[in-house]
């Protein structure tokens, strides 16, 4: 009973929630009042007509009272059937005008709840609407501000790479100018012994003259002035060779070091004048470097690469792996591959921590900032191996203590 209650007056406030619903609920009442004030005027009615035609017929006919009364009796009763019957007729129209109603209702009310349903779609549409104008307004605005910032850190990475690029040229030029001091100063040794032998002799060669003019010449004293002159011509040649040697050299890869220019030569003869270049620095040290060289490997590539590689090396060791008064031993190795040549660079020094191996090759990466790192020294190894030889690099520790760096570049006229 509360159910049905509960639905009434639910489809009650549905027919009132719409002007539509109002209407129909006007007329679904005027027609049930309607409907009753016909039935109750038609049973009205047929009673009294049936009365008066009781009364007629009797009197028409004459009969006794007995008789018409028991005629209007029967005319009573086949009336009252006959209203029986139309009151079931009119009852049953009631009900299937309710039934039909109903179902009209329900078909409104679903209509409406569909229209409501529609309304709030719609409502909520709208509303999804605007949030996406304003979620695209945003959206432009974050475009527009990315755009502007990818534009300023592109400008900032493109100026970044200029100065990196200018620094790495400036540590070359660094690097060259104290290859230019060493070898001045190795240089300066040789020559330094000559002069000194040279005036020795002039002094000598003016003494004899002084003698040989008054004729107090011995033979003995020739003998020891021939002797002396021969000794200091050997010292002067053997000086004046090994400053040749040094220029020479040092011409040979700071011409290399300032050009990329693509060249055939000798891979271990090279590595030699290499080393005898950056000799004024390991004179400074007690390290010993020991060179394991196929004698026969002739390449077409960049001896300036080669040159600026084993120079930062030997330099990052000198620096970074030991101490001025310590004594090690640097192995350069190259060995002839199937796919190209590998050249393995090792000390015995400090070496470096596992966990800062990944990034040594990372540009301003240094572990001695304050005692004249500037950490591009592995970084150009890095760019010459990658990009002008075509080739891999890689850093791992060398054992029982140390570092390594293994450079396999492969066969071609663009490497080693």
């Known amino acids: 009973m509360r159910r049905r209650l509960k639905h009434t007056i639910a489809f009650i406030n549905t027919l009132r929630s719409t002007p539509r619903g109002r209407q129909i609920a006007l007329l679904l009442v005027g027609g049930y009042a309607?409907?009753?004030?016909?039935?109750?005027?038609?049973?009205?009615?047929?009673?009294?007509i049936g009365q008066e035609i009781s009364t007629l017929i009797s009197q028409k006919l004459g009969l006794p009272a007995e008789h018409s009364h028991h005629i209007n009796q029967e005319l009573l009763r086949l009336i009252h059937l006959n209203v029986g019957v139309v009151i079931l007729a009119m009852l049953m129209g009631l009900v299937m005008v309710v039934l039909i109603t109903r179902n009209a209702l329900t078909m409104i009310r679903q209509v409406h709840q569909s229209n409501q349903q529609a309304e709030y779609s719609r409502a909520i549409a709208e509303q999804k609407t605007t949030e996406?104008?304003?979620?695209?307004?945003?959206?432009?605005?974050?475009?527009?501000?990315?755009i502007k910032t990818n534009k300023?850190?592109?400008?900032?990475?493109?100026?970044?790479?200029?100065?990196?690029?200018?620094l790495v040229q400036n540590e070359k030029m660094a690097a060259l100018g104290g290859l230019v001091a060493g070898i001045a100063h190795e240089i300066n040794?040789?020559?330094?012994?000559?002069?000194?032998?040279?005036?020795?002799?002039?002094?000598?060669?003016?003494?004899?003259?002084h003698k040989f003019a008054e004729?107090?010449?011995?033979?003995?004293?020739?003998?020891?002035?021939?002797?002396?002159?021969?000794?200091?011509?050997?010292?002067?040649?053997?000086?004046?060779?090994?400053?040749?040697?040094?220029?020479?050299?040092?011409?040979?890869?700071?011409v290399d070091q300032t050009s990329?220019?693509?060249?055939?030569?000798?891979?271990?003869?090279?590595?030699?004048?290499?080393?005898?270049?950056?000799?004024?620095?390991?004179?400074?040290?007690?390290?010993?470097?020991?060179?394991?060289?196929?004698?026969?490997?002739?390449?077409?590539?960049y001896p300036g690469a080669v040159s600026q590689i084993l120079t930062n090396f030997i330099v990052n060791s000198l620096l970074h792996g030991y101490d001025t008064q310590d004594s090690g031993h640097i192995l350069i190795r190259v060995i002839e591959e199937d796919d190209g040549?590998?050249?393995?660079?090792c000390d015995d020094g400090r070496g470096v921590p596992v966990e800062t191996l990944p990034r040594i090759f990372d540009p301003f990466f240094t572990t001695?900032?304050?005692?004249?790192?500037?950490?591009?020294?592995?970084?150009?190894?890095?760019?010459?191996?990658?990009?002008?030889?075509?080739?891999?690099?890689?850093?791992?520790?060398?054992?029982?203590?140390?570092?390594?760096?293994?450079?396999?570049?492969?066969?071609?006229?663009?490497?080693?």
């Open 341 to 345: 040549l590998l050249l393995r660079y």
């Open 189 to 209: 040794t040789p020559v330094g012994i000559g002069v000194t032998a040279a005036s020795h002799l002039q002094d000598k060669i003016t003494a004899f003259r």
């Open 132 to 146: 996406l104008a304003r979620a695209n307004q945003e959206l432009a605005r974050t475009n527009q501000a990315l």
């Open 260 to 301: 990329e220019d693509l060249r055939p030569f000798n891979l271990q003869d090279y590595i030699e004048e290499v080393l005898l270049s950056l000799r004024p620095k390991l004179k400074k040290s007690s390290l010993r470097v020991t060179l394991d060289c196929p004698p026969d490997i002739e390449i077409l590539s």
């Open 34 to 48: 309607a409907v009753l004030a016909v039935m109750i005027l038609g049973i009205t009615i047929t009673l009294n």
């Open 368 to 416: 001695r900032r304050g005692e004249g790192g500037s950490g591009l020294g592995l970084h150009l190894v890095y760019n010459l191996v990658s990009r002008q030889l075509q080739g891999r690099i890689r850093a791992y520790a060398n054992q029982p203590r140390g570092l390594c760096f293994d450079i396999h570049v492969p066969h071609g006229e663009d490497s080693i």
């Open 215 to 254: 004729g107090a010449i011995t033979k003995t004293e020739f003998t020891q002035f021939l002797e002396l002159s021969d000794e200091t011509c050997t010292i002067l040649h053997n000086n004046l060779q090994r400053a040749a040697r040094l220029i020479n050299s040092f011409k040979q890869v700071a």
């Open 152 to 166: 300023n850190l592109s400008n900032s990475l493109e100026k970044l790479n200029e100065t990196r690029d200018q």
